[in-house]
T-cell receptor, first 111, second 113 residues
Framework: GENVEQHPSTLSVQEGDSAVIKCTYSDSASNYFPWYKQELGKRPQLIID?????GEKKDQRIAVTLNKTAKHFSLHITETQPEDSAVYFCAPRNNFNKFYFGSGTKLNVKP | DGGITQSPKYLFRKEGQNVTLSCEQN?????MYWYRQDPGQGLRLIYYSQIVNDFQKGDIAEGYSVSREKKESFPLTVTSAQKNPTAFYLC????????????FGNGTRLTVT
């Protein structure tokens, strides 16, 4: 199956700083690249996604960049707020409609 | 997501018993998935189904079974063969087409003692 790695596994930033989480994947046939946010004890929720033919997508303070050649995509959060504290997962989708999740990045935003 | 209902929220069983987790969706999605999440870890795929009456094993299918007799329902049975069944189980669905995300239920926390 697909090998998905996320870095870093934990990230601590000061409120107002930026945070970047990187996801690398192995399957070159992956064609859809979402990021999910999971708060403690709750379900993962989609925060942003990007299609394979797009290099960058932005939604207010959140952006995702994709480098298909290098097989990685990254989540960028600017002007972080305490409510951004959560675990973030990347989950590239392959051409068999399977989503493989990374091991997660725990983001802590200090007030 | 109000469109996917998992029940119950908490489930307790004795070792050696089979247990079935319910997942129902009213989103008219073709694809449904079961994931397992252990504390501090990512989600691992157990089974998925792209269409009624068809399903495929994920990466950790041993000790689990599923059925997909109706489009809206995808129950998961945790059998006594599953060596370490205590975990948080998440059901998800998707339209099944390119660029369509997963929508998750609220999960079932299973504890086996």
């Amino acid at each position: 199956g697909e090998n998905v790695e996320q870095h870093p596994s934990t990230l601590s930033v000061q409120e107002g700083d930026s945070a970047v989480i990187k996801c690398t994947y192995s399957d070159s046939a992956s064609n859809y690249f979402p990021w999910y946010k999971q708060e403690l004890g709750k379900r993962p929720q989609l925060i942003i996604d990007i299609r394979s033919n797009v290099g960058e997508k932005k939604d207010q303070r959140i952006a995702v960049t994709l480098n298909k050649t290098a097989k990685h995509f990254s989540l960028h959060i600017t002007e972080t707020q305490p409510e951004d504290s959560a675990v973030y997962f990347c989950a590239p989708r392959n051409n068999f409609n399977k989503f493989y999740f990374g091991s997660g990045t725990k983001l802590n935003v200090k007030p | 997501d109000g469109g996917i209902t998992q029940s119950p929220k908490y489930l307790f069983r004795k070792e050696g018993q089979n247990v079935t987790l319910s997942c129902e969706q009213n989103l008219n999605h073709d694809a449904m998935y079961w994931y397992r999440q252990d504390p501090g870890q990512g989600l691992r795929l157990i089974y998925y189904s792209q269409i009624v009456n068809d399903f495929q094993k994920g990466d950790i299918a041993e000790g689990y079974s599923v059925s997909r007799e109706k489009k809206e329902s995808f129950p998961l049975t945790v059998t006594s063969a599953q060596k370490n069944p205590t975990a948080f189980y998440l059901c998800a669905s998707s339209i099944g087409q390119e660029n369509s995300p997963l929508h998750f239920g609220n999960g079932t926390r299973l504890t086996v003692t």
